[in-house]
């Protein structure tokens, strides 16, 4: 896909010779080879590779987690105006995989495997999903029996991105008889390991240039496989997803940013008649409309950045909701843009088709639109004094203004 370099005119210096860093890494590559990394369904291990040689992850992560957000917005831009698989490849391996070892990883063997995958010579993706289930953590099968000098893994996971390029994987397991539900444990598990098996890959309707696939592992590990402490893996898990969500949003950012930029470029160029369809009314409305639209999410991902920054904290609520509201804007804006572009739009001639088959796993993907939904309205559904009392009184004034006949 031809890209389309990002609006840099209020972007601070730092963050412009980062984002110079990371399409150099990308300098490598070339539309051919985005092509065929689509046809392929694998995008190459040489790509994070790249990025890990050219210290783009070590940029992202010298500061800290919530310091580094602003490259991680960049990078995940930059990556998904060339290739959308190959920006996925890289924010699973650079926000779950390196975010877990930067930030739970004590022993030698994990500190070493940190350094490893932050120069990109070890590549990491993440299993949270099994076949009986999908978003609910909570009902995982995958058991973690502590044995003699370690752990035995035994489960299922699927639908996980890069696993056919990646060299380890990070799952999530549930004891064998749970105190609570929520009882999770995070482990590494290499996917060369005796007894790991890789069973394939789904074919998927968008993000082709990166591997969906499944892994069945009945594997004893050393005692460092675990990460963290035991039975607080969903909240580590919790912690990571807020990274990988508001890359996601970043993501969707560069690609409405694309299509809606190609289609007002056609909406110019393209006459009906002897006048532009961009003179047409109800073309600009709708045009302006998603500019609107976009600048909001834009404003949005940025502010909450900000607060992340200031606050040393993910907040959690807020970046769900965005991701909530991202998925179905961008769709708008893309589906707006293929419209404008008429059959040209539904064209494989044409990148919005594949903008719009790319962007619907967003609302799949990372928590799905109904988990997040029902997170952001478990912080409604709490006690707010202001407003109860406010209620109170206009309930207790709420009876008739005047008695029959007032008005006769």
Partial sequence: MTRIPVREAQENSQLHEFRNQVNDALAAFDEKDFERWEQERHTPREVPAALGRAGVFRRRWEHGAEQGLPQLVTMAQELYRSSSGAAVVAMGHSEIFIGALRWLGETPYQL??????????????????????????????????????????????????????????????????????????????????????VDGFFDTVGLRGCDAGQVTFDATLQSDALLGKPSIGLLYATHLLQFERLAICAQ???????????????????????????????????????????????????????????????????????????????????????????????????????????????RLGGGTDEVLADLVASGLDRRDPVSDELLSRLEALDVPAYPLGHHD
């Fill in 112 to 197: 070493s495997l940190l350094e490893e995958a932050l120069d990109g010579k070890t590549i990491g993706c993440f299993g949270a999903t099994e076949p009986h289930g999908g978003s609910n953590l909570r009902g995982l099968r995958t058991t973690a029996t502590a044995v003699e000098g370690g752990w035995r893994l035994r489960g299922c996971k699927r639908y996980i991105s890069n696993v056919g390029r990646a060299d380890y994987i990070l799952v999530l397991a549930k004891p064998e008889n749970p105190a609570h539900v929520s009882d999770l444990s995070l482990f590494l598990l290499p996917l060369d390991h005796p007894g790991v098996s």
């Fill in 252 to 362: 969707l950012t560069a690609a409405a940013d694309t299509a809606l930029r190609l289609a007002v470029a056609y909406a110019r160029r393209r006459t009906t008649g002897d006048a532009r369809i961009m003179d047409k009314q109800a073309i600009r409305h709708r045009l302006a409309t998603c500019r609107a639209e976009l600048w909001n999410l834009e404003s949005r991902l940025a502010e909450l950045v900000g607060v992340a920054q200031r606050s040393g904290r993910m907040p959690a609520h807020e970046i769900s909701a965005l991701k909530l509201t991202a998925g179905d804007i961008t769709g708008r804006i893309i589906d707006t843009a293929l419209q404008i572009f008429g059959a040209r739009g539904y064209s494989t001639n044409f990148p919005v088709e594949r903008l719009w088959r790319d962007a619907r796993l967003s």
